[in-house]
């Protein structure tokens, strides 16, 4: 299958820390893409995972488990303007196809 | 340098009519990606080409859909006999070589289209 899972909201308080999840059934893997998308604007590029582990940038964390088929993304100390939505996209290298998930809408409160 | 552009940004058109959307990659990127995003929804992949190839067309919606790249540059996607269903934002974007590399793909604003 190709289902790529995310949660559809979440809220978080200025300052926190929030982890958003994304599961994966896909066969072909290859890596997995974090884009952030403001509304009304195009994703721009968060990260990508090859290797199991985590990879950090910055405020931004991102972290692949290949057997498990999991992966999160990690944002420290949220900004109001990290309010937006955040989109995993698994890279199927057999058919070079990117499959997103529908993508998790982040609201950061004061 | 400049980023992805694509034109127009927003298109408005009746049911029935054919629509052409335009896409400038950045200069000197060989991949290029065509994705169909409805309102809340996640992006939907249509079509990629390596050059002027496309190596996969299986996710265009219907055989009314039908893309082009020539040069390996500019793409245009076009879409016939619009029908409502096809109301959505059409993002192109590109990529130095090709995504499974690790390459990241750069989007471009987005063509709006509405079909009334």
């Known amino acids: 299958g190709q289902n790529i899972d995310q949660p559809t909201e979440m809220t978080a308080t200025e300052g926190a820390i929030v982890q958003i999840n994304c599961t994966y059934q896909?066969?072909?893997?290859?890596?997995l893409f974090w884009y952030q998308q403001h509304a009304g604007e195009a994703p721009t590029f968060l990260s990508y995972n090859v290797l199991d582990g985590l990879e950090e940038k910055g405020r931004f964390s991102s972290f692949l488990s290949r057997s498990k088929g999991y992966s999160y993304l990690l944002l420290k100390e949220l900004q109001m303007k990290d309010s937006a939505s955040y989109l995993c996209a698994a890279w199927m290298y057999s058919s070079y196809k990117l499959i997103f998930g529908s993508g998790t809408r982040l609201l950061v409160r004061p | 340098g400049a980023g992805v552009s694509q034109s127009p940004s927003n298109k408005v058109t009746e049911k029935g009519k054919d629509v052409e959307l335009r896409c400038d990659p950045i200069?000197?990127?060989?991949?290029l990606y065509w994705y169909r995003q409805s309102l809340g929804q996640g992006l939907e992949f249509l079509i990629y080409?390596?050059?002027?190839?496309?190596?996969?067309k299986s996710g265009l919606p219907s055989d009314r859909f039908s893309a082009e790249r020539t040069g390996g540059s500019v793409s245009t996607l076009t879409i016939q006999r619009t029908q409502q269903e096809d109301s959505a934002v059409y993002l192109c974007?590109?990529?130095?070589?090709?995504?499974?590399?690790?390459?990241?793909?750069?989007f471009g604003p987005g063509t709006r289209l509405l079909v009334l």
């Open positions: 080409f390596q050059g002027n190839s496309a190596p996969d």
């Open positions: 896909t066969s072909g893997f290859n890596g």
């Open positions: 974007a590109s990529s130095l070589a090709q995504a499974g590399e690790g390459e990241t793909q750069y």
């Open positions: 200069s000197g990127h060989t991949a």
